[in-house]
């Protein structure tokens, strides 16, 4: 059975937005990538970029007119036949990011082994860089993983289910593996230990933030694998070289089958 290849990236909102999305549209047209996620899109202009580079993703998905709630945009090489946005409460402390409107898109997909629900989504960030139970990000973390824990409820035990974005809990966090434990969700890069945020010399070794975690629809099994992708430097438009994100991108690839 072929597998489907799916891209999860944040894209960062700051900088030099325009030439990296260009540059990032290119990369996603030239790729053979059947569904694309994306987190930190933030305008309808910017998705527009995009779209306009990647034109073979004929079908895409986001909510809002000037703002893109989340700023989380799906791009889809198949049809969507559903796609909602549902919003993460709002709690304390107040901060910046809480204009991002957090939360997460649910769309369905109407792929050639059948529906499959993909569900992108940007957690709030841990600005303690400290997960403990007790830190008050993960509180609120915990909070938003609890909305989503019923979200994925709400889909039918008949559909598979793929949750995937930046999370921004390490991949050995407690309250990620409760999470994927509440909601009968396997992540496919279990034991990667490598960072997907850029190591910088303020920050030399972060964690895993971003994910990819697989529900399988009743009676059957969906299975993946996944590796890290644009990690080095890109050409822009105006022949500067840039990196596309602080993130790297997820690339995985699902088998579903009976």
């Known amino acids: 059975m072929k597998a489907l290849r799916l891209l999860t990236m944040n894209t960062l909102f700051t900088g030099d937005v325009p030439a990296r999305l260009r540059a990032l549209g290119t990369a996603l047209e030239e790729a ?15 998705a527009r970029l995009i779209r306009r580079a990647a034109p073979s993703y004929r079908h895409f998905a986001y909510s809002g007119t000037v703002l893109i709630k989340g700023g989380l945009v799906l791009l889809s090489r198949w049809p969507i036949s559903r796609c909602r946005f ?32 993909i569900v992108n989504t940007h957690l709030s960030a841990n600005r303690d860089d400290d997960w403990s139970p007790a830190n008050r ?43 994927a434990a509440a909601a009968g969700l396997r992540d496919i890069l279990a034991g990667d230990t490598r960072p997907t945020y850029r190591p910088t010399p303020r920050w030399p070794s972060p964690p895993a933030l971003d994910h990819v975690l697989l529900r399988a629809a009743a009676g059957e099994t969906l299975t993946g694998s996944a590796d890290f992708v644009f990690q080095d430097e890109v050409t822009l438009d105006d022949g500067r070289q840039a990196y596309l994100s602080d993130h790297y991108g997820v690339r995985a690839q699902l088998i579903r089958s009976k």
Do not use: H, W
Request: hydrophobic share 45%.
């Open 137 to 179: 990000y993960t509180r609120i973390a915990t909070g938003e993983l609890a909305r989503l824990t019923a979200l994925i409820a709400d889909v039918g035990p008949s559909l598979p289910v793929a949750v995937v974005g930046d999370l921004n809990l390490p991949r050995d966090s407690a309250a990620l593996a409760d999470f």
């Open 32 to 46: 053979d990538y059947d569904i694309v996620c994306l987190q930190e899109v933030m305008f309808r202009r910017n």
């Open 86 to 117: 549902v919003r993460y409460p709002m709690t304390g402390p107040v901060r910046g990011e809480l204009l991002m409107r957090k939360g997460a898109q649910i769309a369905s997909v109407a792929t050639p082994d059948g529906e499959l629900v």
